[in-house]
């Protein structure tokens, strides 16, 4: 246990000590630094309640299935410019720097993350801009496309991620959500647009991994319906 006092490591240095390198299930194209038993987060991470908990460490579902359906769609981001929110691992902004989007931004509110993504960025040879900031209550950033994996696990979250996002609609940026259909992702203001079986940290399903969603907003005003495309669905 770190004692009072006792300053954390340099974040870059730590990750690359104790943090080995694995493909990510389901993503073998993608190598991430991930924590393990042995890697002594509790080192790294702050013990202050306001110290974001260190979900960088590891590939969620929400991320694992959009990499997967970037990386099997690359049409979908090719030549555009795209924005991971949350971006923990950078394993979203990853797949869309190597399906070809023109530029690729990811943003995270923990340095840890930050320091992480650059690690891992590195790992796979593409090049991606970083920023440790939140940015849910300001414009809409300067994107084509937002990808959002796995932010709807805390209910006052959510809510300011949606509305967030609504404005980042309503500016003309296109929005893809990945979730498992954790608790509090508003299924009633979304159209799933694809499914994959991928791993989830911390899931119980014994390693044989969970059917996550890519999902898209609906478009209230018009009631538009998106149906699963049959051909996006492993």
């Known amino acids: 246990m770190k004692l009072p006092g006792m300053p954390n490591p340099d974040p870059a240095a730590f990750i690359k ?18 924590a393990g038993p042995a890697s002594g987060l509790w080192r790294l991470s702050g013990r202050r309640e306001a110290d974001p908990p260190p979900y960088w460490a590891y590939p969620w579902a929400g991320g694992a299935v959009l990499a997967r359906h970037l990386l099997d769609r690359p049409e979908m981001v090719t030549g555009r410019r795209v924005l991971d929110l949350g971006a923990g691992s950078g394993l979203v902004a990853i797949a869309a720097a190597k399906a070809g989007a023109r530029a690729v931004t990811a943003v995270d509110i923990d340095a840890n ?26 414009p809409p950033p300067e994107t084509d496309l937002l990808v959002v994996g796995d932010l709807f696990y805390d209910p006052a979250l959510a809510l ?6 609504r404005r980042c609609q309503a500016s003309g940026i296109e929005v893809l959500i990945g979730d498992p259909e954790r608790g509090h992702l508003p299924q009633g203001e979304l159209s799933r647009i694809a499914t994959h079986t991928v791993a989830d940290f911390g899931g119980g399903t014994g390693g044989a991994g969970v059917q996550a969603g890519v999902f898209v907003l609906s478009r209230k005003a018009e009631g538009e319906i998106m149906p699963e495309d049959p051909a996006a669905t492993a």
């Open 160 to 165: 300011q991620v949606m509305a967030f996002l």
């Open 113 to 138: 993350a930050i320091a992480a993504i650059g690690l891992n960025a590195a790992i796979n040879g593409v090049d991606i801009v970083v920023r440790a900031t939140d940015i849910i209550e300001d």
């Open 17 to 34: 000590a104790n943090l080995p390198i694995s493909p990510v299930p389901a993503i073998p194209e993608i190598c991430l630094h991930t």
